[in-house]
Structures are given as C-alpha cells and as structure tokens.
C-alpha cells in the first residue's frame, strides 16, 4: 500500500512545513467521478494528535474505504478505529467526528449514494434495508469484500485515465461495493463495529502502532510474537487487543494488507508473479496462489489479465478517444 500513502505522507509533510498543525484543517476531497446517485471522491485529512477531532454531517449515505493511515471515527451507530482496507459507514443526516489521537493523517475513497437509491438496490438484491441497515459504524477488512477493495484502491492508483474514463471505470464499482456493503451488513459481519470504545487508550495506541508497522512494512516477517514485544506486552494481551480494535486478528490483518500490495502491484507493473510473491512477503509461491484465490476468487494471473481488460474496456468506449483529447492524453 506504499503508493496509496505516497499522497498522504506528502500533504503530511508539507502541512509541517506550512507550520498549520493544530488549525483543525478540513480534510481535501478531490472528485473522482459522479454518476446519476452516487459519487466517488479522494478523501486526504492531515490532523493529527494536536488537531481537535473532525465534527461534521452525512449529507449523504456514505461509504469510505480507508486506503492509508488510521483514524478514530465516532457517530450515533457506536465509535471504531477505522484501519486500511476497513470500509467507514454513514447514514444520510448522521453527525460524526474524526480524530487522530495516536497518530496523523489518512486518505479514503469515499463514495456517497442516494439513499432512496441504494433502497432500490437493496431491494433488487434480496436485502430488506439500504444504507438505514448500517447499524455498525464501520466494517473491518473482511474476505468478502477483499476483490472490491483492491479494485477501487487499484482505480486510485491509475493516474493515466481521463475523468471521463474514470466515470466509466467507477461505475460499475460503486454499484458492487453498495451492494457487497449492504449484504455484509445484513449479515451482521462486523462482530467489534462499537466494541473499540471500551479500549483504553493506552491500548488503542499500542494497536495504532501495531498496524502502521505492517502496512509500512508488509514484507518484513511479522509474528505474534515479534508484533506483541514491539508493542511491549504479552501475545495474549496483544492478540485480545488487536482483535477488538481492528475488528480482526493479527495474522488475518497481515495477510491482507500483504495480499492488497501484490494486487495493486500486479495491475501496475509488468513484474513476474513470483517475484510480487516474494516482495509481498510470501516465501511460497504455491501458498501466495492459494491465499490471493481464496481472497480475490481468482489467480493472480488472472486478476491480471482481468483487471488489466477492465481499464483496457475503459479506455475504449465510444466517446473514449474525444476524452483523451479533450484532455491532452494520449
């Protein structure tokens, strides 16, 4: 996720160089695309630990993946700390705040629906409710929702499309995320969506730090044990810890922060497999295989061939060559 927090850890640094920490700046939303009910935008907030938390209002059912960094979220559906690949959820109307307490900054992929259409939607699919069932504040990094996550994250990252192309390529994402969303909602997948309130800080802290290790440093060869003594207590306390923070465990948090970095990688270079295996941590090509079709319902080759045909039909849409001129593309 290193290319994902590029943006973040410059706006970070240039805010220090501005001397602006403690204004309580807004956080910088850049639209992605827009569609008939929903839109897509990137999110970067630099508050930090010296900044008061971020109140504000829904105007819209929200549904923010958090791509970079770490942040304390709160509303009237329970408070969470909201970790990379962890989906934030709002209801149209809901008041919430943002904080920073342990450490600065994040970047999200916001999408904002209508909620009267995401009823539809919901319906369409079988499910009672739209966006009124998000009773949880947050959804952690689940397996279900593992493929859409990289997807949107790996939209991010391709800089070279138009904002017409991009309209096309986001579409039919912010559909499948809505409803992927709403079906684990129904569900009720999120067990710890308000549990982390009752952490002490000290705790929440230590899991802060914890996460900002891993996602810095995906390949290196994090255990229980080694993740526990940087944290200086004992794995027990670590594993209950982290698991009630994050919403999941240690190594399952790993794995997909892992998996989210070859996946990204392998939509944008022209890398072999086998080398993203090994830079993504995997001293095992056949177990690298395993876990990314067990979480992306797919090979690595082909989640390649597929995602690389995706942005290929995007650029080939009638209209696409107009865009590209439009905008100085070639």
């Not at 986001?170 to 569900?187: F, M, N, R, S």
Request: aromatic share 6%.
């Amino acid at each position: 996720m290193h290319a994902l927090a590029a943006p973040l850890q410059r706006a970070l640094v240039q805010r220090e160089r501005d001397g602006t920490e403690g204004t309580n700046r807004p956080p910088i939303g850049v639209a992605l695309a827009t569609g008939a009910q929903w839109s897509v935008e990137d999110v970067v907030c630099t508050l930090g630990p010296r900044d008061r938390p971020f109140e504000e209002r829904h105007a819209s059912a929200c549904l923010a993946i958090v791509a970079a960094g770490a942040f304390d979220y709160r509303s009237s559906s329970g408070a969470a700390l909201l970790t990379p690949g962890a989906l934030m959820l709002g209801r149209t109307g809901e008041c919430f705040e943002c904080g920073h307490r342990h450490a600065a900054g994040d970047r999200c992929i916001s999408f904002h629906y209508d909620p009267d259409w995401l009823d539809e939607q919901a319906a369409a699919a079988g499910l009672a409710h739209g966006a009124r069932c998000w009773t949880a504040p947050r959804v952690p990094p689940l397996r279900a929702l593992a493929p859409i996550v990289a997807r949107a994250c790996a939209n991010v990252r391709d800089e070279a499309a138009t904002a017409l192309e991009a309209r096309n390529a986001w579409d039919e994402l912010a559909l499948g995320l809505a409803v992927a969303t709403l079906q684990v909602a129904a569900g009720g997948k999120d067990a710890h969506g308000a549990a982390t309130a009752a952490q002490p800080a000290s705790a929440r802290a230590r899991v802060v730090a914890a996460l900002r290790l891993i996602d810095e440093t995906p390949d290196a060869d994090h255990s229980l044990a080694s993740l526990a003594a940087a944290a200086g207590v004992s794995e027990f306390y670590f594993l209950r810890t982290f698991s009630a923070v994050a919403g999941v465990t240690p190594h399952q948090y790993l794995l997909r922060a892992r998996l989210r970095s070859a996946a990204l990688r392998l939509v944008s270079e022209d890398t072999k497999i086998v080398d993203i295996a090994f830079a993504s941590g995997f001293n095992d090509v056949s177990n690298f295989n395993a876990a990314f079709r067990a979480e992306f319902g797919a090979s690595p080759r082909a989640w390649r061939a597929e995602e690389r045909g995706r942005r290929l039909a995007a650029t080939s849409w009638p209209g696409a060559a107009h865009a590209r001129a439009q905008y100085g593309r070639t």
